[in-house]
Each structure stands twice: as structure tokens, then as C-alpha cells.
């Protein structure tokens, strides 16, 4: 079964950065685009990166392009988020997932907060 960890998270005062990785075992790795995904307490969760098979396609969305970073490297199945310019709306619990309708079974997240 198909496992996502990620790390990385933490307390960062605004302006801040953090880069979070995110682990995964089994071989649907290589084979989907990934994502990282956001969910701050009272909202849905949401899609704020994604990386194509290979990595050179990558989409943000609007309230993190130019800020966030998406890579990945398929040799060591994990992807990172490096995330620049931190705001404390960019608090969430963040996770990746495969960029699909049809998700793995969710990791536990990795918690950021972002104080003002």
C-alpha cells in the first residue's frame, strides 16, 4: 500500500521560508503528477502546487505563484515545497497527493504556522 509522509512544517514568523518534503513509498510515484494540497481550520482542503510526471510542468494557484516552489526527484520518491515569503494565510496543515481526482490514502500532514 502506498504510504505519503511529510515533514518539514513548522513556526515561522511572516516573511519566513520553509521547504517541506514529502515521502512516498511504492511505485505509483513515478507514474502521476503530484501535488501539494493545503487545509486551513474551517476551510476545504485545497490544491496550491502541482508537478508533472517528469517535473518540467508545474501550476500554482494564485495566492501562492511567485512565492512557492514545486519539485520532486523520482530517484528518491519525494516531493518538495519550497515556500518563500511566508503569510501567516498560508497557515494550514499541508499535504501532497497525487494531482487526480482519485487520491491515495492521505499522509498525516505537516503542520505550518505562520505568525504575523
Known amino acids: 500500500q502506498v504510504q505519503l509522509v511529510e515533514s518539514g512544517g513548522g513556526e515561522v514568523q511572516a516573511g519566513g521560508s520553509l521547504r517541506l518534503s514529502c515521502a512516498a513509498s511504492?511505485?505509483?510515484?513515478?507514474?502521476?503528477?503530484m501535488g501539494w494540497y493545503r487545509q486551513a481550520p474551517g476551510n476545504e482542503r485545497e490544491l496550491v502546487a502541482r508537478?508533472?510526471?517528469?517535473?518540467?510542468?508545474?501550476n500554482y494557484a494564485a495566492s501562492v505563484k511567485g512565492r512557492f516552489t514545486i519539485s520532486r526527484d523520482n530517484t528518491k520518491n519525494t516531493v518538495y515545497l519550497q515556500m518563500n515569503s511566508l503569510k501567516p494565510e498560508d497557515t494550514a496543515v499541508y499535504y501532497c497527493?497525487?494531482?487526480?481526482?482519485?487520491?491515495?490514502?492521505w499522509g498525516q500532514g505537516t503542520q505550518v504556522t505562520v505568525s504575523s
Open positions: 497527493n497525487v494531482a487526480s481526482s482519485v487520491f491515495l490514502p
Open positions: 508537478i508533472s510526471r517528469f517535473g518540467p510542468y508545474t
Open positions: 511504492g511505485s505509483i510515484f513515478s507514474t502521476n503528477s
